[in-house]
C-alpha cells in the first residue's frame, strides 16, 4: 500500500486551489496564499512531479450522448477487452469468481446490450447495475482527497 507524502501547508493549499480550478493562475494562488508567483510556480512543479497525474476536463456526459452506465462485476479472459471504449474505468480485484469491477458508459440500453454479446468471448458477467445519467449522482474525488489533506 502507498503511503501518504507530508506535504507543506502552502502545497496542501495550492493542490485544493488546483482541484477546485485547474486553470488557476500563479499570480491568483499567489495573492490568495499570501506568496510571490515564483513561489507557488514552484509549489505547482513539486506537486505535478509527486501528486499531480494530469488535468482532466469534466465533461457533462448527457451533452455528448451518454446516457447509461454500468457497473459490472466480470471475470476477465482477455485483457483487451479494458481498452474498449465503453470502459471508464477499471479496477483489478482477487476473487475466485470475479476478476474485474468496470464502470462503463454508452450512449443507449441497445447500445450496452450489443456490448453484451460483443465481449461474451472474453469475459463471464457475473453482476451488473445499470442506472441512467440522471441516476450518477457524483463523479468527483475532490471531496475525499480534501478531507485527507486536513
Excluded at 57 to 74: L, M, P, R, S
Excluded at 110 to 130: C, F, H, Q, S, T
Amino acid at each position: 500500500m502507498g503511503t501518504m507524502t507530508q506535504l507543506t501547508k502552502n502545497e496542501k493549499k495550492a493542490l485544493t486551489m488546483l482541484m477546485s480550478d485547474a486553470r488557476v493562475t500563479d499570480s491568483d494562488m499567489a495573492s490568495k496564499m499570501r506568496i510571490s508567483p515564483q513561489g507557488t510556480r514552484k509549489i505547482r512543479k513539486r506537486l505535478e512531479k509527486s501528486h499531480i497525474q494530469e488535468y482532466r476536463t469534466i465533461i457533462d456526459y448527457e451533452k455528448i450522448g451518454i446516457n447509461v452506465f454500468a457497473i459490472a462485476q466480470i471475470k476477465i479472459l482477455n485483457k483487451d477487452i479494458l481498452k474498449s471504449k465503453n470502459v471508464m474505468g477499471a479496477f483489478e480485484i482477487n476473487e475466485a469468481d470475479i476478476t474485474h469491477i468496470l464502470i462503463l458508459g454508452f450512449a443507449s440500453l441497445e447500445e450496452l446490450d450489443g456490448y453484451k454479446v460483443k465481449i461474451a468471448k472474453d469475459a463471464e458477467i457475473r453482476k451488473m447495475n445499470v442506472v441512467s445519467r440522471k441516476g450518477f449522482l457524483k463523479n468527483s474525488p475532490v471531496d475525499l482527497i480534501k478531507s485527507k489533506l486536513c
